[in-house]
């Protein structure tokens, strides 16, 4: 093979194989997922979802055909938005591997290799991993919908071209999401400092999460909606970009509505405007990022801001003043600034409740217009974000950052309760302080102070005792403990995570209102939560009490349980009970 070509391949592997090693997955790490793991679970909602929608259509060759065409319509807006929806969702993941970064650089620059060799090989990269993505969240979903959506006495060949147009117009939305998310990157990167734009992209993943997330939770509003928007030309249809690719679809099937066309006449200028900005971006990144990155801090993280110091004068003094508590507290937040992996995870939580939220303040509009008069959805606003924040830092604290470093903490010993507390105060400081001190200014200015405050007491008190309960057995100092993914049930934690959340949220929203028609009903109220965050208090005391030893190895389950009888009985007395000291024998002797 010539020199250029076997450069190329090695290139082109390197870089593919950089999507699938990065901070959050990692081949070798703790967290290792294979790529067949990954394939196998994204192909299984396209299956899952044509067997649910068999019997449908099976009840629909008895209806009228236009009811059969309608519903074909909104299924399969449903299978392009859940295929733009995952291919966002991965993309977001792997933001930090979309370009290369300081390590590249700094190891390819030097060898003797051709800018153009090293461009092509990574854009080769980004296709191939878009190519498998695509193909594996759509392709099952290609053929088996419209088998399930087939009539009796459909054609094959019918059914063949559907499964056609359903793939190809799905392989477009993917590839849109896709550059889409590489286009903004690469824009950002260029317009951008290195400082700036490691400063800014997390809040840019962010918003893309918030933006799908608020896209697949929408769902139910636009399918109903989407008949009267398509009869009338709404201008709605041409700013949901799975609308684009349904017109593609459509056409693809032979249709002549003039407003499908028009969609997709839009979908194709998008797909081709972002494809040529991921290129342009790639190669003008290539030829002006490499001093950059490479005279740039590695974390980003440089000297604080004066804001940041006056941040950390007002904590010392009035939030953590023993020198312990400090550590644990600096260690926290810093671990948080500047760890992407953490910081991706936090974003992912923080993205759901705003979606949520998104999703809820759209319901009110579309009812009430634009008046925000107190309701449960407008109550459940700080609930929602508050379950989400700290539920996420509960989760993030157990996810460790290096474990190399915690023997700092291990040589604190005997101020076990001093590091809890350092880090339950980085928890209420990160996730209930700067909230509700945001949610303070939007109530205040749309209801009053005074109503704000009284409304924000209740969910403020309900969001201290969130925190004290999620860190009730929480016996560790965050990040420094070995994770076992596998250990805990997830489908029961979820579960147990999705009714809380109901009851916290909304169920909470609907008992304020009702509590505030009579003062005594809330003084009731506060009193109960006060009597209970001062038993959770005592009891996470007593705790410590019996056993204040903190936790930096997480062990496994045992194979097998044993039920320490020995150790019962020499507790309880030993000679006394006949206990000899000798270990008992198995099977006994005759």
Avoid at 214 to 230: C, D, E, K, Q, Y
Avoid at 452 to 477: C, D, G, H, P
Avoid at 524 to 548: Q, T
């Amino acid at each position: 093979m010539p020199p250029e070509e076997s450069q190329f391949l090695l290139l082109a592997r390197h870089f593919f194989g950089r999507f699938f090693d990065n901070e959050l997955v990692s081949r070798h790490g703790e967290m290792r997922v294979t790529v067949v793991q990954i394939l196998a679970v994204l192909a299984v909602p396209g299956l899952f979802v044509s067997l649910y929608l068999m019997p449908r259509y099976v009840s629909l060759a008895f209806q009228p055909p236009e009811q059969r065409l309608l519903a074909l319509t909104v299924d399969r807006y449903l299978f392009l938005q859940f295929g733009m929806v995952v291919m966002g969702f991965i993309t977001v993941l792997e933001w930090d591997a979309l370009f290369p970064d300081r390590r590249d650089y700094r190891i390819l620059t030097p060898l003797p290799l051709p800018l153009r060799a090293i461009f092509t090989a990574k854009l080769c990269a980004l296709v191939l991993f878009l190519v498998l993505f695509a193909v594996d969240v759509n392709g099952l979903g290609a053929f088996l919908f419209p088998m399930a959506a087939a009539g009796a006495h459909e054609p094959l060949v019918h059914t063949l071209a559907q499964a056609a147009a359903h793939l190809a117009s799905l392989l477009a939305a993917s590839a849109f999401i896709f550059f889409f998310c590489v286009a903004l990157q690469g824009a950002m990167l260029n317009v951008l400092s290195i400082r700036l734009f490691l400063r800014v992209s997390p809040y840019m993943q962010f918003l893309l999460l918030s933006a799908l997330l608020l896209l697949l939770l929408l769902f139910p509003r636009i399918s109903m909606a989407l008949h009267p928007w398509r009869h009338a030309n709404s201008a709605v249809l041409y700013l949901l970009p799975p609308m684009w690719f349904l017109g593609i679809y459509e056409v693809l099937l032979g249709s002549t509505d003039p407003v499908m066309h028009a969609l997709a006449a839009v979908a194709w200028r998008g797909l081709g405007t972002v494809v040529l900005l991921t290129t342009a971006t790639y190669w003008m990144s290539y030829r002006r990022q490499i001093r950059r990155t490479m005279e740039s801090p590695e974390n980003g993280a440089a000297s604080p801001s004066r804001i940041g110091a006056l941040a950390a004068k007002f904590a010392e003094v009035l939030v953590v003043r023993h020198p312990v508590e400090q550590a644990a507290f600096y260690f926290v937040v810093k671990t948080l600034a500047r760890s992407r992996k953490h910081k991706l995870f936090l974003i992912g939580y923080a993205g759901l409740g705003f979606a949520l939220v998104l999703e809820g303040l759209i319901g009110v509009i579309s009812a009430r217009g634009f008046v925000f008069q107190p309701s449960p959805e407008m109550l459940s606003v700080p609930l929602v974000l508050s379950f989400f924040l700290l539920s996420g830092m509960r989760v993030v604290f157990a996810v460790p950052a290096e474990l190399r470093a915690n023997w700092v903490f291990r040589l604190a010993e005997g101020d076990e309760r001093r590091c809890l507390a350092g880090a339950r105060k980085a928890m209420a400081t990160l996730g209930i302080v700067p909230l509700f001190a945001a949610m303070a200014l939007l109530f205040g200015t749309l209801w009053g102070w005074w109503p704000a405050l009284v409304y924000l007491i209740f969910s403020l008190t309900l969001a201290w005792l969130l925190m004290e309960a999620l860190l009730l057995n929480f016996r560790k100092i965050p990040f420094t403990c070995s994770y076992l993914p596998g250990k805990s049930n997830m489908t029961l934690r979820g579960v147990f995570y999705w009714v809380g959340f109901t009851l916290y949220a909304y169920s909470m929203a609907r008992l304020e209102l009702w509590l505030l028609d009579n003062p005594l009903r809330l003084a009731v109220f506060y009193a109960m939560a006060w009597a209970g965050l001062i038993a959770l208090v005592r009891y996470r005391n007593r705790l410590l009490e019996e056993d204040s030893t903190l936790m930096y190895e997480e062990e496994p389950e045992p194979v097998v349980r044993t039920l320490n009888l020995s150790e019962g009985l020499r507790l309880a007395g030993g000679g006394k009970l006949g206990y000899s000291g000798i270990a008992p024998r198995w099977p006994p002797s005759d």
